[in-house]
């Protein structure tokens, strides 16, 4: 079936970029994701990339697709400290899915 | 202009007993999903429903069941309940199957 995985932590000065990345094993993935969540929170949704893409940028906020290596990441840049909670990848498959397959989370700690 | 809505936000149930948790989705959306969160994991996907149908199930077993109403709301109802069952359940509304808007949530503790 498919797996998406992430590390479980990343520890970041506030300022500096973060890079979160996640790794996917469908080929057939159409939609890949992106989702915050905060404590006792449900999931916002930050940005959606579609399969034929390979880089996507939204303010702060820059996504790259390597579709080769099913590999996909998370750039937030000026990291602050609003930004710390727990990144999803998520993943929306091309065979017939309509469930979206999530990774465990990464959580993004800011160090001041 | 509401997002998705759930209710209630939290809930305490006793082993064996059943439970309904509802949804809202978003305005214009006509597809909700629902999902299992554990602690300290993803969502795991547990069906969908579209046109009052359910469209496409996970790996849930059958206690786990839903509805969706003519004005696209729904239910999910889980009968027996588990130890186990305890977890955040989200519900995910979309339109044209990829704007996935998810709710707060319902946390469910079975004791």
């Known amino acids: 079936g498919e797996d998406v995985e992430q590390s479980l932590f990343l520890s970041v000065r506030e300022g500096d970029s973060s890079v979160i990345n996640c790794t996917y094993t469908d080929s057939s993935s159409t939609y890949l994701y992106w989702y915050k969540q905060e404590p006792g929170a449900g999931l916002q949704l930050l940005t959606y990339?579609?399969?034929?893409?390979d880089m996507k940028q939204d303010q702060r906020l820059t996504v790259l697709l390597n579709k080769k290596d099913k590999h996909l990441s998370l750039r937030i840049a000026d990291t602050q400290t609003g930004d710390s909670a727990i990144y999803f990848c998520a993943e929306k498959s091309g065979g017939g899915a309509d469930g979206l397959t999530f990774g465990k989370g990464t959580h993004l700690i800011i160090q001041p | 202009d509401a997002g998705v809505t759930q209710s209630p936000t939290h809930l305490i149930k006793t082993r064996g007993q059943q439970v309904t948790l509802r949804c809202s989705p978003k305005s214009g959306h006509d597809t909700v999903s629902w999902y299992q969160q554990a602690l300290g994991q993803g969502p795991q996907f547990i069906f969908q429903y579209y046109e009052e149908e359910e469209r496409q199930r996970g790996n849930f077993p059958d206690r786990f069941s839903g509805h969706q109403f003519p004005n696209y709301s729904s239910e999910l109802n889980v009968n027996a309940l588990l130890l186990g069952d305890s977890a955040l359940y989200l519900c995910a509304s979309c339109d044209r199957g990829y704007g996935y808007t998810f709710g707060s949530g319902t946390r469910l503790t079975v004791v």
């Open positions: 990339i579609f399969s034929n893409m």
